[in-house]
């Protein structure tokens, strides 16, 4: 009578197993992930921290491109306002114009010139600015008219954006300069040429940082994608093998909810032997 006592215990706690491992198997079916051991997890932790710092570097870099892409713009029409006032400067240092005739060339000269500081200050997005001496940046740290940004897992990973400067080197044009007389007009060109190369070098470079912030991007995009997969692989639950699983420990239930009644029967029968 013991030992079939004990068997059906043993049998219970059989069903009692294959009763968990099926809610385990029901579970990782109905998330999608499956059950892992601690190694694992911490596996899946690191890189799933990995995977936010490279979206965190992605949008900082979206962020720097956007900035760069504005400070393109003003350049455009930096170039395009010095360009006029070289034309209306080189038509007054020609000869045979009266002072009424330099004074109006001066009026437009001087508007034009007005336009440049705007244009400058129109760069900033979000109080971004590259073509400032000491440009600002919310996204990285401002150090001697740099601005380092953020590009990898730690501070060894950054890119740095130098600051165009042309606050300064664009000031005499704004307000130093005059073609109301053909020496004021002669001092203009040599300025505006001068100005001019000074806006061609900040476009230059400008492309450059533009170029290598389209690399950094496709990089930690894919370096995050190559990530997410791998955790993906760690963690996803293979469907068609765990529905299999849940197939076996259904029938093994079965087997086992069949050995435990006949084993009741058993028990009870011997009992009546006793009455």
Known sequence: MSAITGLTSTLVQGVNSVQAEIAKVQNELATGVKTMNPAQKGIVTRLSSQVAIYSADAANITQASSVINVGQTSLNNLSTIISQMQQLATQAASGGLSTTDLASLNTTFTALASQISAAIQNATVNGNNFLYNSPTGTYGSTT??????????????????????????????????????????????????????????????????????????????????????????????????????????????????YLVSQMNTEAAAILTLFR
């Open 144 to 257: 001697n008219g740099t601005i380092t940004i953020q590009i990898g897992l730690d501070t060894t990973g950054t890119a740095t954006i130098v600051g165009q400067g042309l606050d300064t080197t664009l000031a005499m044009l704004v307000t130093g300069l005059s073609i109301s007389s053909q020496t004021g007009a002669n001092s203009a060109i040599t300025a505006l040429a001068s100005g001019l190369t000074s806006v061609s070098t900040a476009q230059s470079n400008l492309n450059a940082f533009s170029t290598a912030m389209a690399s950094d991007l496709a990089s930690v995009t894919s370096l995050g994608a190559n990530l997410t997969t791998t955790i993906n692989s760690l963690q996803a639950v293979d469907q068609t093998a765990a529905q299999a699983e849940l197939q076996q420990l259904n029938n093994q239930q079965s087997v086992d909810y």
